[in-house]
């Protein structure tokens, strides 16, 4: 239903476009003045238009927007009374790290410098003349040449105006859906918010509160003290098996490695060399930061484009695309089994505050947390889960057909909320993910999960061994 709008509201777009052509271009074009020294005349007509396509494609930089859900209902299930939730959020959107954006001025700059060689001075110009997108055109032109990282901050990773948004939104969504659970009057007792040690999960905390219950009474809310390595809301900190076999091992990027090297890669690198007139061929690297870029602009302004998208084909984004999920899959998913065995301790943390709610007298409780926290969360409860492994090698067929999609399931501003409801007596837990019921696999029933069969499935209880998962001395890391 969802993804019907999102398709139907991409088509008008485009056929908006398409009906007021030149309404559409000017919108986004800017002057064409200053084109003395490039030749040949690029070629205005061929001006490639913002293709809404990439918002859906953005990796991990995805902005909310792309997948919230505007339907405030509150989903209904007969005799069921809604008793107790719980969320896990990723912070919203925020600004790159120090060492990122440093990167993004650098390497971005230089690829200025050196794009749009005119004809004369390319290393090979017969290379330029079989390439299959033509030239860029002016306007494109100007616009890549006119850019500048601009921040809302220096300071690196902060909460942006748009993840404030963001998080302010989302509350008054769940509100709506949860008047009982989560009322406009704050109560010290009844909620619990925690965010982990990041400017970026305490302004999203602090704006999720506001958008329950307004500027003044937000104030108000008591947040317990944050820490640096929270074993809760991110555990895998503190996880030496994990830091050694994934996080900080090479083996695990293998992958990664490999597809970088394959012939699709290679042919994106250099289409999209020649289609900005470089005379060398940009590294993947380099083009994965033209592709974070793009992702972290759209993100950051909903009617700014970044000139970096214009630069790619739906092809090229694809490509760009499936490498990040290789290097999620691989370090927070199904890649090894430590990755996301650990995440035990969250769920169980979860059922442990719902079973002690009425000595707590707690009703609402929300972790602000990291992506590494929830694909993790995802993966432990066996959500978007392929019968194949993520490799660079998998068949086309496998790769249109796959679950694992980090544009989707790990956008900026993630959810994963659970709530518990009173069936007449009998306990069960309603799970959904980006504002959307998800089933668990291996629940029984149909969207309503019962407590107890939940738990088990979750190893959620006395087998959740979190010593033992993460022991590094414990020799060799094992696959699924
Ligand atoms: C590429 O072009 C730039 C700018 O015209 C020039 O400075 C550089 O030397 C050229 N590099 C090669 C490898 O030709
Ligand atoms: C809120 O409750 C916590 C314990 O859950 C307590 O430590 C804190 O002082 C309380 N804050 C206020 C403002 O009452
Ligand atoms: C990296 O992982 C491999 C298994 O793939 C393991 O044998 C090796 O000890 C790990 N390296 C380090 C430095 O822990
Ligand atoms: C569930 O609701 C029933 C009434 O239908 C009530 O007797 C029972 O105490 C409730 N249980 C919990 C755990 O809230
Ligand atoms: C705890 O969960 C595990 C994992 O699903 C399950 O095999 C085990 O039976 C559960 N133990 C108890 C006591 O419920
Ligand atoms: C970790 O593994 C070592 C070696 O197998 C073992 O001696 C130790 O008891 C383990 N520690 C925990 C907490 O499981």
């Known amino acids: 239903m969802c993804m019907m709008t999102l398709i139907y509201s991409h088509l008008l777009v485009f056929l908006l476009c398409v009906t007021f052509q030149t309404k559409c271009d000017s919108v986004r074009e800017p002057d064409l003045t200053g084109d003395r020294i490039v030749r040949p005349v690029l070629d205005e007509h061929k001006c490639k238009r913002f293709d809404e396509d990439i918002l ?8 909310y927007r792309v997948v919230a859900n505007a339907d405030e209902a509150t989903p209904a299930y007969q005799g069921c009374t809604p008793i107790y939730i719980a969320g896990v959020v990723r912070h919203g959107t925020r600004t790159p790290g120090v060492k990122d954006a440093d990167r993004m001025r650098k390497n971005l700059e230089k690829i200025k410098a050196s794009s749009f060689v005119p004809e004369t001075e390319l290393e090979s110009p017969s290379l330029y003349q079989d390439s299959t997108r033509g030239t860029i055109c002016q306007s494109e032109k100007d616009h890549i040449m006119s850019w500048k990282l601009t921040l809302e901050s220096e300071e690196g990773k902060t909460l942006t105006r748009e993840g404030e948004d ?3 939104k989302l509350a008054q969504r769940y ?4 008047p009982d659970l989560l009322p406009k009057t704050y109560a010290n007792s009844t909620f619990l918010f925690k965010f982990t040690q990041t400017q970026r999960t305490e302004e999203s905390a602090k704006h999720f509160t506001t958008g329950l219950f307004g500027k003044d009474q937000s104030r108000q809310v008591w947040f317990p003290e944050a820490l640096d390595k929270d074993p809760i809301l991110r555990f895998y900190k503190l996880c030496e098996r994990w830091k050694e076999d994934v996080k900080n091992n090479e083996s695990s990027k293998e992958e990664l490695i490999a597809y970088k090297n394959t012939a699709e890669a290679l042919f994106m690198t250099r289409e999209i060399s020649r289609h900005l007139r470089l005379n060398y061929t940009l590294s993947y690297d380099d083009v994965y930061l033209m592709y ?6 759209v993100a950051w302004h909903k009617e700014r ?5 214009v630069v790619f084909t739906r092809e090229d ?3 760009l695309e499936y490498g990040e999920e290789l290097k999620y899959y691989w370090r927070d998913g199904y890649g090894f089994d430590v990755n996301h065995q650990q995440a035990c301790v969250l769920t169980r943390d979860i059922f442990d505050r719902f079973e002690s709610r009425k000595e707590s007298g707690q009703k609402a409780l929300f972790y602000f947390t990291h992506s590494g926290t929830l694909l993790k969360l995802l993966s432990h409860l066996g959500l978007y889960r392929d019968a194949f492994k993520l490799k660079h090698d998998i068949t086309g067929q496998q790769r249109r057909d796959r679950s694992w999609r980090v544009s989707y399931i790990d956008t900026f501003g993630t959810n994963f909320v659970f709530v518990f409801y009173n069936c007449s007596g009998d306990l069960k837990v309603l799970t959904l993910h980006q504002e959307r019921v998800v089933h668990v696999p291996g629940c029984p029933g149909g969207d309503l999960c019962p407590l107890d069969a939940l738990r088990q499935l979750l190893g959620a209880n006395e087998s959740c061994q979190f010593a033992t998962i993460c022991n590094s001395s414990q020799s060799g890391h094992y696959e699924l």
């Open 56 to 63: 859906r494609h953005l990796g991990t930089k995805t902005p």
């Open 305 to 309: 484009r970044s000139p970096w998208c």
């Open 166 to 168: 963001e998080m302010f």
């Open 292 to 297: 974070v870029t793009c992702a972290f602009e």
């Open 175 to 178: 509100q709506k859906r949860y």
């Open 317 to 319: 984004i694809q490509v």
